[in-house]
């Protein structure tokens, strides 16, 4: 008889319950111990994507997990994700790679006809690999209107009928009731095993009744409450980014309607920079903003619209004409540029539109994604300071001004004005490289991004590790 896989799945109460990151925990405590620990998502919706080896596009999400997990990256590890588009529609990434956008019914289509066999074969895949998965679910998994569809979930622990966690957020409010809710609404309660409370800002005895009733009235063992722990790592999606994280802050960024890769700001709140969030001309204040960030875009011309709409491209123009600091990652880099070209209306409907003209750069749209990691450095810099790893996942190709920003594995890369305040790039994570914050901040600073998130990634674990009792899952692992 075949040994059943070890997969423990953690499913939540509801959105941001706190998934992801008691996931990025047990991936920790369990490599701590020796075991080769694989993340999984099986479907994962967000625009903070990144790109690992191969030329693939996972959710940051997990590649943060597996960075816990001290386990390289892989594309099984979140076999689907949907990169919402508006209006009913969302790019969708299978194994790594686009397959183009779809709407409501196609992609129901899609789960339905290969959906379950990509999940299955991808968890499959890394059990054998691995010596555990650390399954996460997506959302809640009482959602009853889309149980047909619900592969994210309880689905993943049917497959070798494994054990499930339930991630509880108090921080909400009403947490028997989400609990009790919860596991009378869900799909194979049966396989749920145990219960977390988190993000507690009291004293756990507090909950001491309440914990036993809802034991009784469930059947399920609450096996901890972990305090609210205040950390600093990459949100799993634009949720984790409503509102300025540091207000106050020197940079601003321009927060466009359909922006992307959140995850671009996570230096400047792990630096102590800080940034505040501008949607409006209002908003500005030349002496508040030393310099303004444009970030990704999912949509080009929707965004550069709106910039023109709401009077924010006189804003950034006017910034640029006092000198002050201006940097464009991704679809900000394209926006920053003269014209934007798409002959075949493959990303945008008028085939051809207006940049902010800031750069001496142009954009052409053409069929091919560009997903790829990236080495880089400042372009100009004399110093010895060491290449950081970034990427790019982006569609288009711009024709660089004569000026470039960064030296790359690839070559140059990116475009700098003639004045040298303004530049830009494809390189998503550029704002890791200590040398390019204190340019953009006007501070100097000498940050290691990376260091910064292991040492977040063991705070939050050792907070998991001494409320939770983790001998419950060990012996029924």
Request: charged share 25%; proline share 4%.
């Amino acid at each position: 008889m075949a040994k059943r896989p070890r997969i423990l799945q953690v499913v939540g109460t509801s959105s941001s319950s706190g998934k992801s990151t008691v996931a990025m925990a047990l991936c920790r405590y369990f490599s701590d111990l020796g075991y080769r620990v694989s993340p999984f998502k099986s479907v994962n919706m967000s625009l903070n994507s990144i790109s690992i080896e191969g030329g693939y596009e996972i959710s940051r999400s997990q590649w943060l997990q597996a960075r816990a997990a001290r386990a390289e990256p892989e594309r099984e590890m979140n076999p689907i994700l949907l990169k919402p588009e508006g209006g009913g529609r969302s790019q969708v990434i299978v194994l790594g790679k686009s397959r183009g956008t779809m709407d409501q019914e196609n992609y129901a289509r899609f789960l339905s006809s290969d959906g379950k066999g990509i999940v299955k074969s991808s968890l499959e895949y890394l059990s054998e690999k691995f010596d555990l998965v650390i399954a996460e679910g997506a959302g809640s998994p009482a959602e009853i209107n889309i149980f047909d569809r619900d592969l994210a979930n309880m689905f993943v622990s049917e497959v070798h009928e494994t054990p499930a966690l339930l991630v509880a957020d108090i921080e909400k409010g009403g947490v028997f009731a989400s609990i009790y809710g919860t596991v009378k609404l869900m799909q194979r309660p049966d396989l749920l095993k145990w219960i977390v409370i988190n993000k507690m800002r009291g004293a756990p005895e507090l909950l001491k009744s309440g914990i036993e009733d809802i034991e009784r009235m469930t059947g399920k063992k609450i096996i901890g409450v972990i305090p609210f722990t205040p950390f600093r790592l990459p949100g799993e999606d634009s949720l984790d980014y409503d509102c300025s994280r540091s207000t106050g802050g020197r940079i601003c960024v321009v927060r466009y309607p359909q922006m992307e890769n959140y995850s671009d700001i996570d230096p400047l709140i792990t630096s102590g920079v800080g940034f505040t969030y501008i949607t409006s001309p209002d908003q500005y204040s030349s002496e508040a903003c030393r310099a303004l960030l444009l970030p990704g875009s999912k949509n080009v011309q929707s965004d550069l619209d709106f910039l023109f709409r709401t009077g924010l491209a006189d804003t950034i123009r006017q910034h640029a004409r006092n000198n002050g600091k201006i940097l464009g990652i991704c679809g900000g880099f394209q926006m920053l540029g003269n014209r934007i070209e798409d002959p075949d209306g493959r990303q945008i409907s008028r085939k051809s539109i207006i940049g902010l003209g800031l750069l001496d750069t142009e954009t052409l749209y053409e069929r091919e994604k560009t997903v790829k990691t990236v080495q880089y450095g400042p372009f100009d810099s004399s110093t010895d300071e060491v290449m950081r790893k970034g990427y790019e996942i982006h569609y288009g190709t711009v024709t660089n001004g004569s000026r470039p920003f960064l030296r790359t594995d690839h070559g140059p890369e990116g475009a700098v004005s003639e004045s040298g305040n303004v530049m830009g790039t494809n390189v998503h994570g550029v704002l890791e490289h200590s040398l390019i914050l204190s340019l953009l901040s006007g501070i100097s600073l000498k940050m290691d991004y990376e260091s910064e998130m292991e040492k977040n990634i063991d705070l939050f674990t050792k907070a998991f590790i001494e409320s939770v009792d983790l001998e419950m899952i060990k012996r029924s692992l």
